[in-house]
């Protein structure tokens, strides 16, 4: 029995790690080490036991460590670690109006250059717009193609669209 403590003792320890890679950044040094303490568990025991062991070790551990990333992921969402901070209009987010398919084929003007996002005034209101696929200069007439939630999607004016 005590020739089975020390690699369980790793064995356990690898687990550990690789719990705490979830939770803590570490550029994959965590990784890194659970792999390390697990392959010397399994080495230990292939040696100084007997390879019929090894292999059940090495089967549960192809069970238990997926099944330790995919709990630890879960709980990450609901850790104090997770960003979990809702904007609101209180701390002045602002989106944009949701009545914004009035401006589906009209036309106005860039304010800024458009790569691939920017500024345009349309029906003398500012508005966030994006190019559809080209850069354009500040000044540029355009027109509205397409309003998709809140994106409102632009062509130039003289391209024939």
């Keep these: 029995m005590t020739a089975y403590f020390f690699p369980i003792l790793l064995q356990v320890i690898g687990v550990l790690v690789v719990v705490a890679e979830v939770f803590i950044p570490s550029m994959g040094l965590l990784s890194v080490t659970a792999i390390g303490v697990i392959s010397y568990s399994l080495y230990l025991v292939h040696t100084e036991i007997s390879a019929q062991v090894f292999w059940i070790f090495l089967g549960g551990d192809l069970m238990i460590l997926p099944l330790v990333m995919i709990l630890s992921l879960k709980t990450l969402g609901r850790s104090p670690l997770a960003l979990n901070t809702q904007l609101s209009s209180r701390q002045g987010v ?31 209101k500012r508005l ?34």
Excluded: C, F, H
């Design 94 to 124: 602002v989106s944009q109006s949701p009545d914004q398919a009035v401006y589906l084929d009209k036309t106005g003007k860039t304010i800024t250059a458009l790569r691939p996002s920017g500024v345009a005034l349309i029906q003398g």
């Design 128 to 161: 966030d717009v994006v190019a559809n696929g080209e850069y354009m200069d500040a000044d540029t007439p355009i027109r509205v193609v397409r309003v998709s939630g809140n994106q409102i999607v632009v062509n130039r004016l003289d391209s024939g669209s």
